[in-house]
C-alpha cells in the first residue's frame, strides 16, 4: 500500500536531523564550513533568503547538486519556507550519498520571524526576467551574473568594424554601461563591416548612430558616447569618466593601440585586444600584472608602412564580426570571472583556411611599462613613437577604427 503524506514525513524525520534556527544561526556565525542550499522556487528565493545560501530549487536539486557540491562528506544545511520541501530534500540528498544533511525547522519563515538577517538580490523587472532569461538558466551566469553584467561599465575604443560586433553583444548581453569613443561620422565604404550603422545614416557621427542601433536592441543598456579622437591629453579623462571595468580596444593603427595599451597598464584596467588584417585576425586580453601586455610582445611598433590599415589594406567583411564577438565573449568572461580568458594567450583566426591557433604569450621581465623595471610612467607622444609625425604619413595616422 503507498505511504501517506504522515508516513513518508515521519520516515524522513527519522533519517535528517532538524536545526532550528538559532543552531543554525550559531553555526554559521562560527564559519562552520557548511554548505547552506535553499531548495525553494525561484521566485521565493529571489525575494530573500540567508546569506551564502545556494538556490537549488527541488525540481533541480538532483540535478545540479553534485555539480554545485562535489565533495558528498561536506556538511549541508537545507532549508526552505516552513521546513517541509527541506526535510525531503535532505531526505533525498541522503540518498545521493550526502551522509552530513541537516534541514533547518521552521524555514525561512522562521527564519525571518526571529528577526534574523537575510540577503535581498537584485530586483529585475519582469522584461528583464524574460529578457535576460537564457543567462539566468547557466549556473556559471544566473542571476548573480546578470546583476554583474548591469552593473558593468565596458569602454569600447572605436564604434567600426570591431567595436560594432562587440558593443552589439555587450548590449544584448545587458553589459549596463557601455562607452564609445569614435571621432569620425557614418561613411558608405563603412557599411561593408560596421553593422551598428545603416546606409540612411551615411554622415551621422558614429556615436550617434551607434546610441540608436544599441538603445533600440536593449533600452536597459546607457550609452555614454565620447565623439573625439582619442589621445594621450584625453584618455585618461575617459577612463575614468565612467571608471571603466574594461577597456576593448578596436581601433586600426598603432598610436592608438599602444595608448590603449599604456593607459590600461597605467590604470590597472583589463585590455580586451583585437586586430584584423584583410583575411586574418586576432585577439587577446591583456590584464595588467596578470598577463603580458601588448608592449611585452611588441616593444617597438612596426616601421612606419609596413603594416598597412583596413583602409589601405581592405578586409574581408565578415572577419572584424569574429573577432569583435570573441572580444564581446572575452568581455564578459572577464566581467562574470568564469571559464579561461585569453589572458597569456593570443587566438589567431585565418579566415581563409579555418585555421584557429592559440599561442602562449609571457610576460617580458624588461616590458618598459609593466615591468618593475619599467621606464613609461606616463603617456608619451604616440605619433611620434609610431614615427607618424608629419609628412606623408599624416594620413596614416587619422584614427579609422578597423
Ligand atoms: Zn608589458
New binding site residues.
Given amino acids: 500500500m503507498a505511504k501517506t503524506y504522515k508516513e513518508i514525513m515521519a520516515e524522513a524525520r527519522k533519517s535528517v536531523p532538524e536545526w532550528s534556527v538559532d543552531q543554525v544561526k550559531a553555526q554559521l556565525d562560527n564559519g562552520g564550513g557548511h554548505s547552506l542550499i535553499d531548495v525553494r522556487e525561484k521566485e521565493e528565493f529571489r525575494e530573500g533568503h540567508l546569506r551564502g545560501a545556494l538556490s537549488l530549487p527541488r525540481g533541480f536539486l538532483e540535478m545540479r547538486v553534485e555539480e554545485a557540491i562535489p565533495d558528498k562528506n561536506t556538511a549541508v544545511i537545507a532549508y526552505c519556507a516552513g521546513g517541509t520541501r527541506s526535510l525531503l530534500a535532505a531526505r533525498n540528498l541522503r540518498e545521493l550519498g550526502y551522509s552530513n544533511v541537516v534541514s533547518m525547522t521552521g524555514g525561512y519563515t522562521a527564519w525571518k520571524n526571529a528577526g534574523l538577517p537575510f540577503e535581498q538580490d537584485r530586483q529585475f523587472s519582469t522584461e528583464q526576467l524574460t529578457r535576460y532569461s537564457r543567462h539566468f538558466m547557466l549556473p556559471e551566469v544566473g542571476e548573480a551574473g546578470q546583476a554583474k553584467l548591469l552593473d558593468a561599465k565596458v569602454l569600447c575604443v572605436g564604434a567600426g568594424g570591431l567595436g560594432s560586433p562587440t558593443a552589439f553583444y555587450l548590449a544584448a548581453a545587458g553589459v549596463g554601461t557601455i562607452g564609445l569613443v569614435d571621432h569620425d561620422t557614418v561613411d558608405l565604404s563603412n557599411l561593408q563591416r560596421q553593422i551598428l550603422h545603416t546606409n540612411d545614416r551615411i554622415g551621422m557621427p558614429k556615436i550617434e548612430s551607434a546610441r540608436q542601433t544599441l538603445t533600440a536592441l536593449n533600452p536597459d543598456v546607457r550609452i555614454v558616447g565620447y565623439q573625439e579622437r582619442l589621445s594621450s591629453d584625453n584618455i585618461m579623462r575617459i577612463i575614468a569618466d565612467q571608471d571603466y571595468d574594461v577597456i576593448v580596444d578596436g581601433c586600426d593603427n598603432f598610436p592608438t593601440r599602444y595608448l590603449v595599451n599604456d593607459a590600461c597598464?597605467l590604470t590597472g584596467k583589463p585590455n580586451v585586444h583585437g586586430s584584423i588584417f584583410q583575411f586574418e585576425g586576432q585577439a587577446a586580453v591583456f590584464y595588467p600584472h596578470r598577463g603580458?601586455?601588448?608592449?611585452?610582445l611588441f616593444p617597438e611598433p612596426p616601421p612606419p608602412g609596413a603594416a598597412p590599415s583596413c583602409a589601405e589594406a581592405g578586409v574581408l567583411g565578415v572577419l572584424p564580426g569574429l573577432i569583435g564577438c570573441v572580444q564581446a565573449l572575452e568581455t564578459l568572461k572577464v566581467i562574470l570571472d568564469i571559464g579561461k580568458p585569453l589572458i597569456g594567450r593570443m587566438m589567431y583566426f585565418d579566415t581563409l583556411s579555418m585555421e584557429v591557433r592559440i599561442h602562449k604569450l609571457r610576460?617580458?621581465p624588461n616590458?618598459?611599462?609593466?615591468?618593475d623595471k619599467a621606464t613609461i610612467k606616463e603617456l608619451i607622444d604616440y605619433e611620434e613613437f609610431c614615427g607618424l609625425r608629419g609628412g606623408h604619413q599624416e594620413d596614416q595616422s587619422a584614427q579609422a577604427t578597423a
Fill in positions: 597598464v603580458p601586455c601588448y608592449r611585452c610576460r617580458d616590458c618598459p611599462i609593466c615591468s
